[in-house]
Each structure stands twice: as structure tokens, then as C-alpha cells.
């Protein structure tokens, strides 16, 4: 575990050693900072010797600056037309990477700025790359650092952000047995008592048959392990004043996705402790509010956790279960899991809508492999009628543009309904076809027909008496780094998006 705290230096004498910092980190064009032309000066003399200044992030010694360390960690090119704001983080993360491996614990963040909108949060966004550079996974010693930065008001925010997006990193990377779903309860638990944001966990194995039946089919064959068994954690934040946002979200919690009878097979299994990114990047976003406090806002989630593992109780294909919503779905492949989990989730958000004005509801989800074939690393946001009524989708990746955490944005259309339709009067719903989504096309859209009809919001569209706008977001190819599972750390991708939606827009 890390500890990280960002602190205003609001102080320019900081620069030079007197406000206890030990290095200065220079992210974008150093000899852009007007303000500071004592640093232009030493990066003019140093790119006299070395032809990479400008080019590579690097350390220079400064005598006369805090710590006597100058770390440079260049943009590149802002002005090329399809760069975005993500530059500013990879050169704050290789930036900090050098001044803690140089021993600094409290680097100064300068950030070079940039007048084109597409920059207009680079100082934020260079701040959640050196944080992601810094955090280090609750199961090993961190360093404490001390981060100062400069030219920024307005500190809470980027501290709970930051703390939210740790929470979210934490319960993502946690492996098989440490986050198994009783773990992940616990963690939450903890993580909120105390705070603006109650808590409360549905462990009881009937009430979770009764009342989650599509997540219990999942859970059939973990059931009987008691540390293993699922879990519902239940979120809700309330904030001061009138209200005037209502959001619901719903968190793909699969702690372990064995396939379960449709057993992923030759190597794919291996990284499947990720699949729980979704109800992750919900939990820290609560975290984040909890901490923050905003007025005028109603927040509720709910995380479903299952592991979905192999044994004799295993459910399979063929099988046709009545979902929460009272929708009877005929299973086509136990590895199309999520959709169960969040089906279920999402019927009972739906009852917690209850007359609210606005509603807006997300599922978040690690869902389809799918996503990362038709968008590489990009996350995809796919809206219902009335959310696209209202553009919340264009909106929703306007912002993350600017956050850079970059979405798609797909739409859902009458063949994504076709896909799902029942194949015989047994059933309403088909839940996938028998193979891997990433086989087939629009394999990430179409779940989300699935998702409407079988959480009963197809009740809800426009023109009903209670329209519900909803937005599905796939993040299985963003949740971590590299788009590898096995290795690469949680990115805690869309905490920051969802946090500046909800509260700027
Ligand atoms: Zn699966």
C-alpha cells in the first residue's frame, strides 16, 4: 500500500528548497513556463550536451532548486490534431517515476500549460498519472509521498479523486482469494463505515435466490464454498440540499470467471480476477463522493459479486431461469456471465427509482471481449432511447475526452434485439449465443438488448410514464493497463469521467 496527499504550493519560493520539496518535475514544455524562466534557462544550457532534452523524460541536477533535482517529462507534440489530453498523464507518470526511483517523497508537479480545450484539464489529468505511478496494491509496502503541485486551487477534489480511483485500483487487482466476494463485501464495509455513504451487504444465501435469481445461477457452484459465495453490496449516497441528480449504478463484481461448464480453456482463464473492474470503478466512485461530500446530488449502487466457478452444481447451458424482472432467459454460454449478474442488479436499481425525477442509471462492466476488437483500448458507452434523447452518451464521452479516460460511442439497434430474441416459446430471452463474444459482430452492443428486456427496463423507455434514461459502459479493454488482464495494473477507468459528469455537467 502507497499513501499519497496533494498539497497546494502556492508558494513560488517552493521552487527553490525552502517549502521541504525534493524534487521539481517539469511535465510538458519547459521552456513554455514564463513564470519560472530561471528553469528555462538551465534546460537551454543542458540541451547544449544532451540532444535529448525536449524529447525524453530525464533528471537533471539543479543546485538551487528543491532538492536539486530537475526531472523533465515532455508532452511531445500537442498540436498534432488527433492527440489528446492522455500525454499530459504518461509524461506525469514517467516524470514521477524518475523522482521516486531518484528517492524523492515529495516531487513538485509543474505543469506547462496549454491554451486548446482539449487541454483544459491537463493539470488534473498529469495529476492522475503521477498518482497512478505512485500507487502501489494494498498487499505490498508503497512509498508516502507527499505531492505538491502548483497552479491549482482547488485540492479536495483531486485528493478524494485520487483516494476514490486507490479504492477502485485495490478491489480490481485483488487476486482470486483476496477479493473473492465476501472480501470484496468486507473491504467496502470498511471503506465506508463511517462516511457519507451508507452500506449495506445481502449475504443471505435464500434472499439471494429469491431475490437475485439470474446472479444466483452464476453463483450455483460457489455457493457451497463459503468464502467464495456471491454477495450484493448495496451504495447510497446522499447529498446536502435539493436534490437535482439522481443517478443508479450497477457494478459487474465477477470476482473469478472460470467460463464456469463453458470453462475457458487454453490459457484464457488466466487474468479472470479482473473481471470485477466494473463494480470497482463504482465502489471509488462512492469512495470518491464520500469524501467530497457534493450537495444536490443522490447517488445508489449496487455491486453484484459472484465468483463464477466450475463443479457439480454448475448451472449450463440450456437451462431457462426466471430473472428478477420476471423474465424467463434461456442460458446460451455460462461465460456470458455479466449480463446475469447485472440483469438482476439493475431490475432492483429500477425499483429504487421510485418516482425521481431524471433518472439516470450506468452499468459498468469488464462485459465483452468484443469491445477491445472493435475499439482497441477504448471504453464503449452505449445508451437506451431516452438517454440518447437527452445526448447523455456524446456527453458522457465529451468528458472523458477531456479526462482522458476515452470513450466510443456505439449505439444499440434492432439486430442487437434480434440476437437476443427467444428461440422457442420456452423462453423471452436468449442470454448469447453458444461462443465467445469477440467472435462475432456487434458482440458488445447487442448485450445490452439483453440487459434492457431481462431488468425490466424496456418498461421504462420513452414515452412511458417513468422513462428511465440508461447508459452501458464496457470497460474491458480500459479497466487495465496494456489491455493485459494477467499483468497490467488496474487503471480505475471511468472514476474521473463519471465524477465530472455527475458534478460539472
Ligand atoms: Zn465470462
Redesign the pocket.
Known amino acids: 500500500m502507497s499513501k499519497l496527499l496533494i498539497v497546494k504550493a502556492d508558494q513560488e519560493e517552493a521552487l527553490f528548497g525552502d517549502g521541504g520539496w525534493d524534487a521539481v518535475v517539469v511535465v510538458g514544455d519547459a521552456n513554455g513556463l514564463e513564470s519560472h524562466p530561471e528553469i528555462g534557462q538551465l534546460v537551454a544550457h543542458a540541451a547544449h550536451v544532451d540532444a535529448r532534452i525536449g524529447k525524453e523524460p530525464l533528471m537533471l541536477m539543479a543546485p538551487g532548486l528543491a532538492g536539486g533535482r530537475l526531472v523533465l517529462a515532455p508532452t511531445g507534440d500537442l498540436d498534432n490534431e488527433y492527440e489528446d489530453v492522455r500525454r499530459f498523464a504518461e509524461a506525469a507518470q514517467a516524470g514521477i517515476g524518475i523522482a521516486l526511483r531518484a528517492g524523492a517523497r515529495a516531487p513538485l508537479l509543474l505543469v506547462s500549460g496549454n491554451d486548446d480545450l482539449r487541454y483544459s484539464q491537463a493539470l488534473e489529468v498529469a495529476l492522475m498519472g503521477a498518482g497512478h505511478e505512485i500507487y502501489t496494491p494494498f498487499d505490498v509496502s508503497g512509498p508516502e509521498v507527499t505531492l505538491g503541485v502548483l497552479g491549482l486551487d482547488e485540492v479536495a477534489r483531486v485528493n478524494a479523486l485520487e483516494n476514490g480511483r486507490i479504492a477502485a485500483r485495490d478491489l480490481c487487482g485483488g487476486d482470486p482469494e483476496q477479493m473473492a466476494p465476501p472480501a470484496f463485501a468486507d473491504y467496502c464495509v470498511e471503506l465506508f463505515s463511517d462516511t457519507a455513504v451508507s452500506v449495506s451487504v445481502i449475504d443471505d444465501p435464500d434472499t439471494l435466490k429469491a431475490d437475485y435469481p439470474l446472479l444466483s445461477a452464476v453463483a450455483r457452484a460457489s455457493f457451497a464454498v463459503e468464502r467464495h459465495a456471491p454477495r450484493v453490496v448495496r451504495l447510497e449516497y446522499v447529498g446536502e440540499g435539493v436534490i437535482s441528480r439522481n443517478w443508479f449504478l450497477a457494478g459487474k463484481g ?1 470476482t473469478f ?1 472460470t ?2 461448464a463453458d470453462l ?1 480453456i487454453g490459457g484464457a482463464m488466466a487474468g ?1 480476477s479482473r ?1 470485477k473492474g466494473g463494480a470497482a470503478a463504482v465502489a471509488g466512485l462512492m469512495a470518491t463522493l464520500a469524501q467530497l461530500k457534493p450537495k444536490g446530488v443522490r447517488v445508489v449502487a449496487e455491486l453484484g459479486l459472484v465468483r ?1 466457478s466450475i463443479g457439480s452444481e454448475a448451472f449450463v447451458p440450456d437451462e431457462i431461469i426466471e430473472s428478477h424482472a420476471g423474465v424467463k432467459v434461456r442460458i446460451g454460454n ?5 449480463r446475469l449478474v447485472l440483469a438482476d442488479v439493475l431490475s432492483h436499481l429500477r425499483e429504487s427509482v421510485n418516482g425521481c425525477e431524471n433518472p439516470v442509471m450506468f452499468s459498468l462492466a469488464t462485459l465483452t471481449g468484443h469491445v477491445g476488437r472493435a475499439y482497441g483500448p477504448y471504453s464503449a458507452v452505449i445508451e437506451n432511447g431516452v438517454a440518447r434523447g437527452q445526448a447523455l452518451g456524446g456527453q458522457l464521452q465529451m468528458v472523458s475526452e477531456i479526462w482522458g479516460e476515452p470513450f466510443e460511442l456505439s449505439r444499440l439497434r434492432r439486430e442487437d434485439f434480434a440476437q437476443v430474441a427467444a428461440r422457442s416459446p420456452s423462453e423471452r430471452l436468449l442470454s448469447s449465443n453458444n461462443g465467445a463474444s469477440v467472435n462475432i459482430s456487434r458482440g458488445h452492443q447487442f448485450p445490452m438488448a439483453f440487459l434492457v428486456q431481462a431488468s425490466g427496463l424496456d418498461q421504462h423507455g420513452l414515452g412511458s410514464d417513468q422513462p428511465i434514461a440508461y447508459l452501458h459502459l464496457d470497460i474491458a479493454a480500459s479497466s487495465v493497463e496494456k489491455r493485459d488482464p494477467l499483468y497490467g495494473q488496474p487503471t480505475a477507468v471511468p472514476v474521473a469521467t463519471l465524477l465530472a459528469n455527475l458534478l460539472d455537467h
Open positions: 465477477v470467471d467460463g464456469g475457458k479472470m473481471d463464477n455460462t461465460d456470458a456471465e455479466g
